[in-house]
C-alpha cells in the first residue's frame, strides 16, 4: 500500500470516531491484503485488532489530530503493539506533516517503566488522590436534587509529539 493511501484526513465537525474507524480500516485492509487471520474487539475495548497470525499479536489503531492520543481507562500495555496516525486538523493550517508512528505500549510512554515500582507508587498516589475526588463527588451527587449524577474515570493520554522514528505521510509518494 503507498503511503498516499494511509493519508486520511483527521476529525471533521467534532466528528473524531468517524476519523478513528477509518484509521482502523486501513489497518484492517493491510491485515487483510496479507492475508492474516485476527479478530476485532468489540466497540470501545483496546486491542482493536486481536491475536494476529495466530502468533498473540494485538494491534491498537489510534488518531490525533492535534498530538495526542486518549488511552482512557488502560495505560499502553507493553504487550500491544500500536499504530498511531498524526494528522493536522482539517480545519486549520499547520507546519506538521501527517505522519504514523508504530511501537509498543511502552515505546509509545517513552521508555520501560518498572512495573513493581513505578505503578505501585504511581498507584498509591492516585488512590490518595481518588480519595479526596470521590468525596468531593459523593458531596456533589448528595446535593444535586436532580437525576443526574457523576462518577469520574481515570484518563490515560499519551503525548505523541516527541515519538522518534515517525514516517511522514506525503501525497507524492
Known amino acids: 500500500m503507498a ?19 477509518k484509521a482502523e480500516e486501513k489497518v484492517k ?27 498473540g499479536l494485538d494491534i491498537e489503531v489510534k488518531k ?17 503493539f500500536y499504530i498511531v496516525f498524526l494528522y493536522q486538523n482539517s480545519g486549520k493550517s499547520s507546519k506538521n506533516k501527517p505522519c504514523i508512528w508504530f511501537g509498543t505500549g511502552d515505546e509509545i510512554c517513552y521508555g520501560k517503566m518498572d512495573r513493581d515500582v513505578h505503578e505501585e507508587q504511581l498507584e498509591f498516589a492516585l488512590n490518595e488522590t481518588w480519595k479526596a475526588h470521590l468525596v468531593e463527588v459523593k458531596r456533589f451527587n448528595a446535593e444535586t436534587k436532580t437525576n443526574l449524577s457523576t462518577y469520574p474515570r481515570r484518563n490515560w493520554s499519551v503525548n505523541c509529539t516527541r515519538l522518534s522514528g515517525k514516517v511522514e505521510l506525503d501525497l507524492e509518494q
Open 3 to 21: 503511503r498516499s493511501e494511509l493519508l486520511i484526513y483527521g476529525t471533521e465537525r467534532g466528528k473524531t470516531q468517524a476519523s478513528g474507524t
Open 29 to 55: 485492509e493491510v491485515l487483510d491484503e496479507l492475508q492474516l487471520s485476527y479478530t476485532t474487539a468489540p466497540s470501545q475495548q483496546h486491542r482493536d485488532f486481536r491475536n494476529i497470525g495466530h502468533i
Open 64 to 80: 490525533s489530530d492535534k498530538g495526542t492520543i486518549k488511552c482512557n481507562d488502560t495505560r499502553p500495555p507493553e504487550d500491544v
